[in-house]
């Protein structure tokens, strides 16, 4: 297993630039998830450190090895990509061995391999099947077990799981997880989806338009996104970014914006007194997580019902506040439509974002 640094790497095809001087670096058994939107570059970026594309500038080292020169082969690296890319003639055991039988690895070492991996992936009862004869989850698995027994350096996977249906994504979801328990490999992994991308990683990169837009623990991309468009990508409900003002005073940071109902006064946000100065008087964008917002403690939100949807574990309030339109995730209430209420907020949960540059304030 290995640690892996993508240093200011850049990629053009032709005069269009797709990856903008990405830097990422992570550590051995650490799970990498690349997440943004489509088009961003991830699979790009997941096939540069596959060895797939040529780098435009830059270095991508595996293991403290430069490996911008190395063909695929010499990476030690596993993909599972979208498509399984089974060999349909082939039984599920010919497809896991393949790779290990090209590589010369002696039969019985082969058979030995085959069944740790099928038993790890609880597929020892399908081996003798063929790819036709098996579900898209089961394909998923045979892929999985095929990059499995190489013992790689580094596992890379292309969105693995978007073929499946919602119920089996998550249980594949799982399934990955547990390897990557087990085997304390390396993975870079690619999706769109938040959701895989908050479960599985001990690193996210957020990417838009080929750039990284915030790299570091999920926990943390979540509760202190580094810009507005973060912000708003990870997490579902989306964070409320409410247009308001930070207040002059002297003592604890204290922001306002206006509601139909009266203004909210939020006092006690976390700032830096340097810049708690600089943006005193101004406006800022307050970003509130939907969770953040509650009936218990001090109401300092105003607030009049428009939209009350319950999910079954807790009920969302769409209400407006600063000209657009916020939720709110409470625990399971009866509110009524156009009943008037007051929030309280966890202030200490409250980041702030530069109007002008969209990027967090701390
Ligand atoms: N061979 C190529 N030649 C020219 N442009 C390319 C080539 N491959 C990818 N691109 C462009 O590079 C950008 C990034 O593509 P990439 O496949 O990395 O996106 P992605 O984030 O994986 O998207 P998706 O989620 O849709 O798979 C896109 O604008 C794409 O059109
Ligand atoms: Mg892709």
Same mark, same amino acid.
């Given at each position: 297993m290995a640690n892996l640094d993508i240093n200011r790497v850049r990629k053009s095809y032709g005069r269009h630039e797709v990856l903008k001087e990405v830097n990422i670096s992570v550590g051995d058994g650490d799970f990498l998830v690349l997440l943004g939107p489509s088009g961003c570059g991830k699979s790009t970026l997941l096939n540069i450190i596959a060895g797939l594309e040529d780098i435009t500038d830059g270095e991508v080292l595996i293991g403290d090895?430069?490996?911008?020169?190395?063909?695929?082969?010499?990476?030690?690296?596993?993909?599972?990509?979208?498509?399984?890319?089974?060999?349909?003639?082939?039984?599920?055991?010919?497809?896991?061995?393949? @790779?290990?039988?090209?590589? /010369?690895?002696?039969?019985?070492?082969?058979?030995? %391999?085959?069944?740790?991996?099928?038993?790890?992936?609880?597929?020892? *009862?399908?081996?003798?099947?063929?790819?036709?004869?098996?579900?898209? @989850?089961?394909?998923?698995?045979?892929?999985?077990?095929?990059?499995?027994?190489?013992?790689?350096? !580094?596992? !890379?996977?292309?969105?693995? =799981?978007?073929? =499946?249906?919602?119920?089996?994504?998550?249980?594949?979801? *799982?399934?990955?997880?547990?390897?990557?328990?087990? =085997?304390?490999?390396?993975?870079?992994?690619? *999706?769109?989806?938040?959701?895989?991308?908050?479960?599985? %990683?001990?690193?996210?990169?957020?990417?838009?338009d080929g750039i990284v837009q915030h790299f570091?623990?999920?926990?943390?991309?979540?509760?202190?996104?580094?810009?507005?468009?973060?912000?708003?990508?990870? @997490?579902?409900?989306?964070?409320?970014?409410?247009?308001?003002?930070? !207040?002059?005073?002297? @003592?604890?940071?204290?922001?306002?914006?206006?509601?139909?109902? /009266?203004?909210?006064?939020?006092?006690?946000?976390?700032?830096?007194?340097?810049?708690?100065?600089?943006?005193?008087?101004?406006?800022?964008l307050v970003g509130i997580r939907p969770e953040h917002f509650s009936l218990d403690g001090e109401g300092v939100v105003p607030v009049g019902v428009d939209i009350v949807e319950p999910t079954g574990p807790d009920t969302l309030v769409v209400f407006s506040a600063g000209g657009t339109e916020v939720v709110a995730r409470l625990d399971p209430v009866e509110l009524g439509i156009g009943e008037q209420v007051r929030f309280a907020v966890k202030a200490d949960k409250v980041v702030l974002f530069d109007p002008k540059t969209e990027t967090r304030l701390d």
């Amino acid at each position: 297993m290995a640690n892996l640094d993508i240093n200011r790497v850049r990629k053009s095809y032709g005069r269009h630039e797709v990856l903008k001087e990405v830097n990422i670096s992570v550590g051995d058994g650490d799970f990498l998830v690349l997440l943004g939107p489509s088009g961003c570059g991830k699979s790009t970026l997941l096939n540069i450190i596959a060895g797939l594309e040529d780098i435009t500038d830059g270095e991508v080292l595996i293991g403290d090895r430069l490996v911008n020169d190395l063909p695929p082969k010499d990476r030690d690296i596993a993909m599972v990509f979208q498509s399984y890319a089974l060999y349909p003639t082939m039984t599920v055991r010919q497809n896991i061995e393949f @790779g290990m039988k090209i590589r /010369g690895v002696p039969a019985e070492e082969r058979a030995k %391999a085959t069944e740790a991996a099928a038993e790890m992936l609880q597929m020892s *009862t399908l081996l003798d099947r063929k790819p036709s004869q098996l579900s898209g @989850g089961q394909r998923q698995r045979v892929a999985m077990g095929r990059a499995i027994v190489r013992h790689p350096e !580094l596992f !890379l996977f292309d969105e693995p =799981l978007s073929n =499946l249906d919602a119920k089996l994504r998550v249980d594949m979801r *799982t399934e990955i997880k547990r390897l990557h328990q087990r =085997l304390g490999a390396t993975i870079v992994y690619v *999706t769109h989806d938040q959701i895989e991308a908050m479960t599985l %990683a001990t690193k996210v990169a957020v990417m838009k338009d080929g750039i990284v837009q915030h790299f570091g623990a999920p926990q943390e991309v979540y509760d202190r996104p580094a810009n507005t468009y973060v912000a708003r990508f990870v @997490g579902s409900p989306a964070m409320n970014i409410i247009p308001g003002r930070l !207040l002059n005073s002297d @003592g604890a940071p204290t922001v306002a914006f206006d509601t139909p109902n /009266g203004e909210a006064l939020i006092s006690g946000v976390t700032l830096s007194p340097e810049v708690a100065r600089d943006f005193a008087g101004r406006e800022v964008l307050v970003g509130i997580r939907p969770e953040h917002f509650s009936l218990d403690g001090e109401g300092v939100v105003p607030v009049g019902v428009d939209i009350v949807e319950p999910t079954g574990p807790d009920t969302l309030v769409v209400f407006s506040a600063g000209g657009t339109e916020v939720v709110a995730r409470l625990d399971p209430v009866e509110l009524g439509i156009g009943e008037q209420v007051r929030f309280a907020v966890k202030a200490d949960k409250v980041v702030l974002f530069d109007p002008k540059t969209e990027t967090r304030l701390d």
